[in-house]
């Protein structure tokens, strides 16, 4: 590969890297305020325990769907910053910017942007399934036994959150042989 191809390579893989960081950060920080509103609702709506119970549920709904866009963006992301990597190896630079060992893995997982932004999500789920709960107390509960069983109530959104973990945490991928899970 000529200088001006890996230039133009790198020049892509970086747009790419760059663009879609942004477009993460971006859709972190729109959940962060969506989920402040809904909690400023939860705490307007004092004794409207219809209302709470709505907005707990979007609350829930939207932080179960803002977990999949967050695996997505990371993913997107990650293939960015791989082939950044191999540009780097492929001598673009003579300092890597990006490159670390492949075998140093002085990094915490603790310290990941991937981590935190997850863990804030699923706080923000069961967060919100205990407002919906908190606002079944205000409902009459005959009337709501009537119309839903309870294992609905208690056992679906657990299961949903520890679907949504599996997927976002614990799911390793194989990619270019090597797990994708850094």
Same mark, same amino acid.
């Given at each position: 590969m000529s200088n001006e191809q890996k230039e133009s390579a790198f020049q892509y893989s970086w747009e790419w890297f760059k663009y879609h960081a942004q477009q993460r950060y971006l859709a972190f920080n729109i959940f962060l305020l969506v989920m402040g509103a809904l909690a400023y609702g939860y705490a307007l709506a004092e004794k409207s325990s219809h209302l709470k119970f709505a907005v707990g549920t979007l609350g829930f709904v939207l932080s179960f769907s803002f977990m999949f866009i967050e695996k997505r963006s990371n +993913? $997107?992301? =990650?293939? #960015? !910053? +791989?082939? $950044? =990597?191999? $540009?780097? *190896?492929? #001598?673009?630079? /003579?300092?890597p910017i990006l490159g670390k060992d492949e075998n140093n893995k002085d990094d915490c997982?603790? $310290?990941?942007?991937?981590?935190? &932004? !997850? &863990?804030?999500?699923?706080?923000?789920?069961?967060? %919100?399934y205990l407002a919906m709960l908190d606002s079944l107390k205000l409902i009459n509960y005959s009337e709501l036994r009537k119309m839903v069983p309870d294992l609905f109530f208690y056992l679906a959104p657990i299961v949903l959150i520890l679907v949504a973990g599996w997927f976002g945490f614990f799911?390793? /991928? /194989? *990619?270019? #042989? !090597? %797990?994708a899970r850094r």
């Open positions: +993913t $997107l992301v =990650n293939d #960015g !910053r +791989t082939e $950044l =990597n191999k $540009l780097e *190896r492929g #001598g673009v630079f /003579e300092a997982w603790i $310290l990941k942007h991937k981590f935190w &932004f !997850r &863990f804030v999500i699923i706080v923000s789920m069961i967060v %919100s799911k390793c /991928e /194989e *990619r270019d #042989g !090597r %797990s």
